[in-house]
């Protein structure tokens, strides 16, 4: 099969798919991606790849902390074809979204989820154990494309210092070289590696659209510091939540039908802690979506259980994929984050990602540094 009819074939099984509906989702991103880098002389299949970035970076606009609902391993699938296309569409077709408000905060979604050691990243969402592509291809686009402050550049070079040589957290061959001649292709060397300021008496980072909140992340090398991050908030996140609930964009946007949340957890009010370095709370990684598998409550006996009965747990939960189509979107949500000396509180409400109501379920975690 030639070049061309095997284009044709891919972009037709996208048409005909769910897939070409989801305007944010990594699916749609990276072979979307593909086709257009493909058919750059090709008007009306290079006119409906842009039409369908374009929507989708209508969509960003409204998530506001520049994050993936997806999770970091996932969403830098996501990152990875957004960077692309906004690369081309500034090189070819006179378009430029460098100014996008997404880009300006993506980057301290890299910085506030990486673990100390630059090795690990939060797992919420389906995840492994960091990014699955990139991200240094994804920083050093930031850097010479979007802020232009050294910041990429670094977080880049300290991941890639860092990388981990073994399993279970080196990358797989693909991995490795899917972002290689990217990387290669937007590092501007005329922009000097700078670390971002830091502050000891505030390591908190907080992404209202995603609802999570990390404490001890990038800033702390350190392998042996303490890391600690919360999860409570809206399916999909707040923006796409308000889409969905509010008809907002009416014109392109169906409700669900345009959003895949498969890949996320009924983890509302979810925890993650690693006492000097040590994971002892942790994430359910890439797992069948179970609400015990995520460090939340579940509740017995109850007669709506779809699975575990008599147990039963969040909304969206008990199979391969979190069932996401659900109106009003189920959600939780950060209600405090402090830090005060040697002492972190983050505290969630989740009461609205069950099918039941009427009292409060919230989750509070005291971090107290014992020096």
């Not at 990139?134 to 010479?144: C, K, M, N, R, T």
Request: proline letters at 4%.
């Amino acid at each position: 099969m030639n070049k061309k009819n095997c284009i044709i074939r891919l972009f037709a099984s996208l048409r005909d798919s769910g897939v070409c509906y989801f305007f944010s989702n990594l699916f749609l991103i990276v072979n979307i991606s593909a086709i257009l880098r493909c058919l750059l002389s090709a008007q009306v299949w290079k006119q409906e790849a842009i039409d369908h970035f374009e929507k989708g970076l209508e969509i960003l606009k409204l998530v506001t902390d520049g994050t993936s609902d997806e999770g970091v391993a996932y969403g830098s699938y996501s990152s990875r074809g957004w960077t692309q296309y906004v690369y081309l569409a500034k090189r070819h077709f006179s378009e430029d979204h460098t100014r996008h408000p997404w880009f300006h905060q993506h980057f301290w979604y890299f910085y506030g989820t990486v673990l100390p050691g630059y090795q690990k990243t939060v797992g919420i969402a389906d995840s492994n154990h960091n990014w699955f592509h990139g991200p240094e291809s994804q920083l050093v686009f930031l850097d010479a494309f979007v802020l232009r402050n050294g910041y990429g550049n670094w977080l880049a070079d300290k991941i890639s210092v860092n990388r981990a040589q073994q399993p279970p957290l080196m990358q797989t061959t693909s991995q490795v070289y899917s972002t290689t001649h990217t990387e290669f292709i937007f590092y501007d060397a005329a922009v000097t590696p700078k670390e971002p300021p830091t502050s000891s008496d505030n390591n908190l980072f907080f992404y209202s659209d995603w609802g999570v909140v990390t404490y001890g992340a990038a800033p702390l090398s350190n392998r042996e510091n303490t890391f600690l991050s919360m999860k409570s908030g809206a399916i999909h996140g707040e923006g796409v939540a308000d889409i969905v609930e509010s008809n907002l964009l009416g014109s392109f946007v169906k409700g669900w039908r345009n959003f895949n949340a498969g890949h996320e957890h009924p983890d509302q009010n979810s925890f993650v802690f690693s006492p000097n370095g040590q994971p002892f709370i942790t994430e359910a990684l890439y797992s069948i979506k179970e609400t015990y598998l995520n460090n939340v409550l579940m509740f017995a006996p109850h007669q709506g259980s779809k699975c575990n009965a008599p147990w039963v747990g969040q909304m969206g939960e008990c199979s391969k994929w979190l069932d996401w189509k659900i109106k009003p979107v189920p959600r939780g949500k950060i209600v405090t984050a402090s830090q005060n000396g040697g002492m972190v509180h983050i505290a969630g409400e989740a009461v609205q990602s069950y099918r039941f109501g009427g009292m409060e379920f919230r989750n509070g975690n005291l971090c107290i540094h014992l020096e």
